[in-house]
């Protein structure tokens, strides 16, 4: 084992998942690079999860029990207090890496990066796998960040643990729990840190079933939150509030396109999105889907 100061802190915040996160862990002890610190961010979870930090013997393995209140927020930024590295890496309990993924961050942020990111395979419930490769780093910039929308996975990300201090964390609203991390994403984007996009597979992101309505709509309010948090500070000219209109509409679209097993709903997210812009494309094709499996649905009974 490596002692003294780790040069990477990885943070992992966790309820009521000690198989998964007996993997995620798993995963971390299987680096090539050694020299890091895990910090368990535990919100006093009812399941084995003691058990399993415990079982792994591994002083580099820290476990932080802490009441979040059911925002996840909390738990990362109490990971990045207690964090001792020069870096932070961030992993959500449902995730694992592979084993060079620390290695290659690191050598990135040696060569000057403060901020990597690198892509995932993303594995459905139903086991369908997709690879999916974030960035490029011109999407990294704070106006295309806001105005695009989110290029970024948490548990794909790597970052200076002294740029993360100075935005102050993840803002923990409950307003915009589901999309904090896209909001820390704008607030380091506007420190105009240097980005790089490993265009590598090194983890896994594991996307549990939850189509619902209600995560859907959710989610979508409190990415609106966001933007509007955000477009407080731009100018206030028409041309800006035109492109405001846009970047909400295609969040509505976002939502609607989600939605494919809720005609209804889908199509009220389309209407909205077209009431704001009607410059989002996208929208007329999926609307000619969704009418379509709608008379089919309609033959069917």
Sequence with gaps: MILGQPTISVVIPTFNHAKLLKRALASVVAQTFENWEALVVNNFSTDTTIEVVESFKDTRIKLINFKN??????????GIEAAQGRFVAFLDSDDNWYPKKL?????????????????????????????????????????????????????????????????????????IVTAEDYDLWLRVAAKRPTVVFIPEVLGEFHRLANSASSAVLRNLSSEMVVLRKHFLQR??????????????????????????????????RFMKSMGLSPFVFKIYPALLILFIRSLSRNKQR
Excluded at 104 to 129: M, P, R, Y
């Design 69 to 78: 209140n059911g925002v996840i927020a909390a738990s990362r930024n109490r």
């Design 103 to 175: 290695e290659k961050c690191l050598a990135s942020a040696e060569g000057g990066a403060q901020f990597v990111c690198h892509g995932e395979l993303w594995i459905n419930s139903d086991l369908s796998t997709r690879e999916i490769m974030y960035g490029p780093a011109k999407r990294s910039s704070y106006e295309s960040l806001l105005f695009r929308g989110n290029c970024i996975s948490t548990s794909a990300t790597f970052i200076e643990t002294k740029l993360l201090r100075s935005v102050n964390g993840f803002d923990e609203s409950e307003l």
């Design 235 to 268: 100018p206030n000219s028409l041309k800006e509030k035109i492109r405001q209109r846009h970047r909400l509409a295609i969040a509505e679209y976002g939502a609607g396109r989600q939605l494919n097993n809720q005609p209804s709903e889908a199509l009220r």
